[in-house]
């Protein structure tokens, strides 16, 4: 009889053997069935992140938001619950700012081809006779149309047509107008389309039916 490395071991060493080779087979297959579990439990997260991800970008394109800019815009900041929609007389709507250049706003916003024109409503809203020729750029999902000068291509004028920028005392458009009246003294004219304009320190108020439809803020050199 022929005996092999197997039939020559001890009884007790076979039995140990087989003992380690199922426990090696045991952890294998855990591990196996481990890792599958593990994917399974993450795939929904990846699932949830990414519809996360689907669900906002189309806001932010809405917009007219740069998507590599977005989270630091004033509108992106509503989405996630932040708060940068002041309008602050003579200095900024929001993150933009007077006197900064073109080019800091389209970092920001997309904007529309620039348009050069002379606006009738300057009459009202500059010092009377002050009329400057602008390059006006818009972005109408925002609700914001920008005035640069000619010359050096910054930033003179902000128009805001939105409802949710708003100054500290709350005053935003849709507010009506006498509410405004109570919130400060201000410079009246009057347009002869029937608009009413409320001059103050860098800032204009434009009423119309009764409610406010348009606010601008500009240098406060400019003002009343």
């Known amino acids: ?23 090696l087979v045991w952890l294998g297959f855990s591990g196996v069935v481990g890792w599958a579990q593990c994917r399974t439990v ?7 992140a990414t519809t996360v991800e689907a669900d906002t970008q189309p806001v932010f394109q809405k917009l007219g938001l740069r998507p590599e800019r977005a989270k630091n815009h004033p509108a992106a900041d509503s989405i ?8 602050v007389p ?10 900064t250049g073109v080019e800091s706003v389209r970092s920001r916003l997309r904007l529309s081809t620039p348009t050069r024109a002379i606006d009738p409503a300057y009459e009202f809203l500059l010092p009377l006779g002050y009329r400057p020729e602008r390059d006006f750029r818009e972005n109408r999902e925002r609700g914001l ?15 805001v047509r939105n409802r949710v920028d708003h100054t500290e005392d ?15 003294t201000w410079t009246v004219r ?33 003002s009343r």
Do not use: C, W
């Not at 009889?1 to 426990?23: D, K, N, Q, W």
């Not at 709350?170 to 400060?184: A, F, H, Y």
């Not at 389309?193 to 406010?212: A, C, N, P």
């Open 42 to 48: 993450l795939q929904p997260v990846r699932t949830v």
């Open 1 to 23: 009889m022929i005996l092999t490395a197997e039939s020559r071991l001890p009884y007790h060493g076979r039995v140990a053997r087989s003992f380690l080779a199922a426990i």
């Open 145 to 159: 149309r920008f005035a640069f000068t000619v010359q050096d291509r910054k930033l003179n004028e902000i128009f």
């Open 90 to 99: 003579g200095k900024r709507v929001g993150a933009f700012e007077i006197g």
């Open 170 to 184: 709350q005053l935003r458009v849709g507010t009506s107008e006498n509410v405004l009246v109570g919130k400060g």
């Open 80 to 87: 996630v619950g932040g708060d940068d929609h002041l309008i």
């Open 190 to 222: 009057k347009s002869a389309k029937g608009r009413q304009f409320y001059l103050g320190e860098g800032i204009t108020f434009v009423v119309e039916k009764d409610e406010i439809t348009e606010i601008v803020v500009l240098k406060k050199s400019l």
